[in-house]
């Protein structure tokens, strides 16, 4: 009985040690997913104004041109939150409008980002009708412009920082703000959906670019897109008069700037050499708005106090 | 001898078995965070510290139908990093295709978010040509019932969470996510620049849903925009049969998902009762690529390895 009761026990003791032995291990293991980290507000954004990492970063001033029209604030809400994603980056928004409007104003006190609100208006001689198709004239040059005299205005030569100008329609990836981060003296990559093609943009052999992948105007000096390049801050301002060219050829703005501070063969290849896509020239449709009227007529029109 | 046998065995008896008991108990509780249900690799995890917060909330499980076009990388990766800034979120990807395309796959495994990628084709009696005007047929009806299939396969009643359908070419400010995480039934909110309106939505009085602002068919029962409303899922898995009606006449798609769910009275409205506009109905223009073709007779076109 005494050995019996042992045996019992000893087998008990192997039996159940190994049981929990078995249990503590699974306990110790992670759950079959990643945990999330931390517990904070609902939207999550990068330790604003200087968001994660960016201290010691050059600064990325984005500067967009923006004007009235139905989907602005829809096209300035989807940038602002790509933007949100970037460290280190400041964001210059500069009307096409004779005061700041309240629309594009609260929209970037809400933005969380760091940012220059601007304005300039485009004189009337120059400026783009409804009607015209929207390649006739350059939209957006003296809005550019006003940033850059902006920045010579309120930076120095030793501020380490990168100029990028990018319109409020297009689509960027958040990968092209980490290729222009470090820019010498200008740095380029492809643009998709460009030029009536997949993509336009610089053609690299042995690390330098040798020439352009464009069927439009190829003897543009620089046929590049606007989103296609960026520049070092310290050489814009090193250059005060280096600007866009109002009357510029329809194709030749970007040349009008890059012109007078870099040659071709001083361009700096990003994206894998110019063979990666991050930013594409995508328009959006003009909204139709022809019930509108109609409902007015009735008095039913859309309530004119709320924001679109 | 025989009794302290005895007693030293009662002891550790109840002492390991107590032990046992709790682990086993342990290992049968759910993870912290939204777990891995289903098999392969369907299924993505949060990985980074990108959100915060979460744990506790509703998941916004987001629908997004696509379908292969030359601008469906832009369009996704915009709509990806948007939804990078919201907690708590599980995007449900399905293609209009075959199978999987690598582009989608190889998207979805960058994006940092958690996801699961699905396909199914529209058949092609249903489908819309290139050559049709987009309201001709609705879109994306197959790859939204796909996604309500797979929740219904993968989640149970008693998960919190909500379900919103956002197409890949609309514009969503992380606020419209905010507004909808805590949905009892059907919650709704108005739509920017739809309908040939500023915006289309409900009209409300004493915090009900009382009818609806809109030109366009208004003899509609729920005369809402897929992009202005979202459902619990709760609500979804227990009518299991409730889902979009592939030969709903125009107009009437989303109407033919609510109508067996919720009634106007039970809509919950949102965006401080249906006044702000956090979501717009904007459309991407077909990119023209008509220069590809003169390039490629010279040897010259756009180089396929280059992904757009």
Chains 1, 2 share one sequence.
């Not at 520049?231 to 090193?238: C, D």
Request: net charge positive.
């Amino acid at each position: 009985m005494r050995l019996k009761l042992r045996n019992v026990f000893l087998v008990y003791f192997v039996v159940s040690s190994t049981g929990l032995l078995y249990a503590l291990l699974q306990l110790g293991q992670q759950c079959g997913c990643t945990r999330q980290i931390n517990p904070g507000n609902n939207i999550h954004r990068w330790e604003t104004p200087h968001r994660r990492g960016g201290e010691n970063m050059p600064v990325i001033y984005v500067v967009t041109p923006t004007h009235t029209r139905p989907h602005q604030r829809a096209e300035l809400t989807r940038l602002s939150q790509t933007l949100l994603l970037v460290p280190a980056l400041h964001w210059i928004v500069v009307e096409d409008s004779a005061q700041r409007t309240s629309l594009v104003s609260d929209l970037l006190a809400q933005s969380e980002l760091q940012y220059t609100h601007l304005h300039v208006q485009t004189p009337p001689a120059m400026k783009l009708k409804d009607s015209d198709p929207n390649w006739l004239k350059p939209r957006g040059v003296e809005q550019r412009n006003e940033a850059l005299h902006w920045l010579r205005e309120n930076r120095s030569p030793k501020d380490h920082g990168v100029v990028y100008f990018a319109d409020d329609d297009n689509t960027y990836s958040i990968k092209i703000f980490q290729e222009m981060r470090n820019t010498h003296k200008v740095s380029v990559w492809p643009v998709g959906l460009v030029g009536g093609l997949r993509y336009e943009g610089p053609l690299v052999t042995g690390g330098k670019v040798v020439s352009f992948h464009t069927a439009w105007k190829t003897h543009r000096p620089f046929p590049i897109d606007m989103a296609g390049f960026a520049v070092s801050l310290t050489l814009l301002l090193n250059h005060p008069k280096a600007q866009f060219d109002p009357n510029a050829e329809r194709g030749f703005l970007e040349s009008s700037l890059l012109g007078p501070l870099v040659t071709v063969g001083e361009l700096e290849p990003k994206a894998d050499n110019c063979t990666k896509i991050w930013v594409w020239h995508t328009r959006t449709e003009k909204p139709k708005l022809k019930q509108e009227e109609l409902l007015e007529k009735q008095g039913k029109g859309s309530d004119p106090k709320i924001l679109v």
